[in-house]
């Protein structure tokens, strides 16, 4: 850390956010201590305030956070910041073409994590060579010893198998630390990675390599580690105050205001579009009035339509290969300090795999925004694996996140413009079956704000749904219309935030009966969302269609009717309601 902060990386005390500086990731976050210390003692705050270490009213918490002015990613599920720092390395080489370098430290422990190697392939493949990866092998786990302790050649041998150039270091020797590191400087289209053999509470008597001292306080033995370290530094004798290198350039500002669609929704009413179809042209529209939009995507472009942004802006796709974990990590990362916004797109059902990695894009404030196409029963043949049944559930429990479900092509567009234009975590939910276009190109969408999409002075019942269900919706309507039953049909637009007052006003306009429809599991969606909405209300009836069993293979409308949320099965729970 010494090295790093006072010979190696090059930035700015006054601003620790500069996008001209280096940046740094201390991906093992329960070694936040060492971190508040280095800043502390390059002056960005007094060194008093380290002994707030942990209190509630201090942002000096047990691993870091984005509360500090000095990170940029959250770490401390251990496995993620590596990911991470590949994103930044990855925007600083391709899209601001700065000088800038990322340094990244891991613990030995967290290798054991698949998204590390996921990152390092990332790396390597995309010849990020102003990344620096950092192994601090100290041979302690938390519980137990690591599996190949301080088995360096193994880590070496691993580092060099992924592409990454790799030097073995005595991890306490300055001089070899200062070599290495800035040698890295030097080497062209590969990573390079730094193997330090260390020894965890090195130097300090009856501590030094031992075991059970993970996240321990030192209690009476600190005053002698105090003491042998106050001794070193008098045996060496005076040292001059070091001051931080700065850069050596600028990065252009990147101006992420405003963004919107270069061309407005061109569609015909009742047209079928696909609104995965849709999401890939709004995609390409969003980068032809920005280039700082950037699209990932992990090897299914061909199915969520991404494909046409790559098409159309090559330079600013990043293929993430079949990696999700790492996708959103590197998404995380590449958003860090304003730099582009990117969209990240899968199979609704992959981004399941990566949820701990949007648990913390939450905790690091990032501005992300996933789509996931192929959602629910209503795919058909491909079968359960492949349908997402669960993706609502997991972005609503997001913190700060806002949930989009958009039910045809010009809401899907407007659906990304509008994501392109709110921070935080947006998830967009789209579908595989073409679906009639419903709105006009130049209807107004707005976050939180519900559709109705069919009503009458008549209506005895409000039925509420999302994509595929909401066509079933307005084909039962149409029908009950036959037998002189109407009822009403809203599209929520966004499940998070849900539109409350729109859902009670209409809800008691019709009796106070409500049915939701989704193609989802009963657990977390459309039916939760506007349960948590009308929860305390006394006049208002809720009935709930979702998915209701294990699904399997065969064609998506005849699943929709098998599994309860199909034009039929919304007549029965309206007839049943009333």
């Not at 041998?157 to 590191?181: I, P, Q, S, W």
């Not at 472009?301 to 999700?324: L, Q, W, Y």
Request: proline content about 4%.
């Amino acid at each position: 850390m010494s090295v790093l902060f006072f010979r190696i990386m090059r930035y700015r005390l006054e601003n620790p956010k500069d996008p001209s500086s280096d940046r740094f990731v201390l991906s093992k976050g329960h070694a936040a201590p060492i971190l508040y210390a280095a800043w502390g003692e390059v002056g960005l705050f007094p060194i008093d305030d380290l002994l707030n270490l942990r209190k509630i009213d201090s942002d000096l918490e047990g691993h870091p956070t984005p509360r500090l002015s000095f990170v940029d990613v959250a770490t401390g599920s251990l496995g993620q910041g590596l990911s991470c720092a590949v994103g930044m390395a990855y925007v600083g080489k391709y899209i601001d073409k700065g000088s800038y370098r990322v340094y990244c430290v891991l613990g030995d422990g967290e290798l054991a994590e698949g998204s590390v190697w996921e990152a390092l392939s990332f790396a390597s493949h995309y010849k990020l060579d102003n990344l620096v990866v950092i192994l601090d092998v100290n041979r302690l786990g938390q519980s137990e010893p690591t599996p190949y302790q301080h088995n360096v050649d193994i880590y070496k041998a691993r580092m060099e198998a992924f592409g990454l150039n790799t030097y073995v270091v005595d991890g306490h020797n300055v001089n070899e630390l200062c070599k290495y590191l800035e040698g890295a400087k030097s080497v062209k289209e590969i990573p390079t990675a730094i193997v330090a053999k260390t020894f965890k509470g090195k130097k300090f008597p009856d501590i030094e390599d031992s075991e059970n001292w993970h996240g321990k306080i030192l209690s009476m033995k600190g005053i002698a580690i105090i003491k042998t370290i106050q001794e070193e530094l008098t045996r060496k004798g005076s040292f001059e105050k070091l001051k931080p290198l700065h850069p050596t350039d600028s990065v252009p500002d990147a101006n992420l205001e405003e963004i919107k669609l270069k061309e407005d929704p061109n569609y015909l009413l009742g047209e079928k579009v696909a609104t995965r179809l849709s999401y890939g042209a709004a995609l390409a529209k969003l980068g032809q009035s920005s280039d700082r939009i950037v699209a990932l995507d992990a090897d299914t472009k061909n199915s969520t339509f991404s494909v046409k942004f790559r098409d159309a802006f090559p330079d600013r796709f990043i293929e993430c290969f079949i990696a999700e974990q790492n996708m959103i990590g590197v998404a995380i990362g590449a958003s860090c300090r304003n730099r582009i916004i990117p969209f990240v797109s899968t199979f609704a059902a992959f981004f399941t795999r990566s949820m701990d990695q949007l648990r913390m894009a939450a905790i690091s404030q990032a501005n992300i925004k996933c789509c996931g196409s192929h959602s629910g029963v209503s795919i058909g043949e491909d079968g359960p694996s492949q349908m997402g049944l669960e993706d609502l559930a997991l972005f609503r429990s997001i913190y700060g996140s806002t949930v989009f479900y958009p039910s045809d092509a010009v809401s899907t567009e407007r659906a990304c413009e509008l994501a392109a234009n709110t921070n935080g975590i947006c998830y967009i939910r789209t579908s595989r079956p073409e679906t009639p276009v419903i709105y006009g190109n130049h209807d107004n969408f707005e976050v939180g704000k519900a559709k109705i999409v069919k009503r009458s002075d008549s209506d005895r019942v409000l039925v509420i749904a999302s994509g595929v269900t909401l066509h079933e919706s307005l084909r039962a309507a149409d029908e009950l219309s036959k037998e002189d039953i109407h009822v009403r049909v809203m599209d929520p637009f966004t499940l998070k935030p849900i539109d409350r007052d729109s859902i009670l006003i209409h809800g008691r306009e019709c009796s106070g009966n409500i049915v939701t429809v989704e193609d989802h599991y009963p657990q977390g969606g459309i039916g939760d969302a506007v349960s948590e909405a009308t929860s305390m209300e006394k006049d208002i009836i809720l009935k709930r269609l979702a998915v209701s069993g294990l699904p399997r293979s065969g064609p998506g409308e005849a699943l929709m009717d098998m599994f309860g949320i199909s034009a039929r099965c919304i007549i029965e729970a309206v007839k049943e309601m009333l």
